[in-house]
């Protein structure tokens, strides 16, 4: 069975993703996610002891590691995929890219990745409130 996610992750995912418009939280069947028009863009798990397996072959991670999953497109897609730890590239979406996050996790690049990942999946009407870096 996968482990909790520890709560500074969540709160600190939780506080990011929720400052976007109609973004709502869930549990999922393990972890817990951001949806936006019932469509998921973050999603938090812990791998423990090789479970969830699906996590732990796609991050090459028997655990105790936490990840969160994510959408991502074209250029940024192929540079995260590719390019080593923190993050992974799990096969169940073409767009979506996994990141480990631990205590070195630089929180601005999240913030900007969510922001990212909530803009491709949400309508326009509400992308166009969302402030996005240049």
Not at 19 to 42: D, H, I, M, N
Not at 66 to 86: C, H, I, K, M, Q
Not at 89 to 116: Q, S
Request: charged share 20%.
């Amino acid at each position: 069975m996968a482990a909790d996610v520890p709560l500074e992750f969540v709160t600190r995912l939780r506080s990011s993703c929720l400052s976007l418009p109609a973004a709502y939280e869930e549990q999922a069947w393990v972890g817990t996610r951001w949806c936006v028009r019932g469509k998921t863009f973050a999603h938090v798990v812990t791998i423990a002891d090789g479970h969830p397996p699906a996590y732990a072959r796609a991050a090459s991670h028997d655990g105790p590691l936490t990840v969160l999953t994510f959408r991502s497109s074209a250029d940024e897609l192929d540079a995260l995929a590719n390019s080593g730890p923190p993050f992974f590239k799990p096969p169940w979406f073409p767009d979506i890219v996994g990141m480990a996050l631990d205590a070195a996790t630089d929180w601005d690049e999240v913030d900007e990745l969510l922001t990212e990942s909530y803009c491709l999946l949400a309508p326009k009407k509400l992308t166009d409130q969302v402030e996005r870096p240049g």
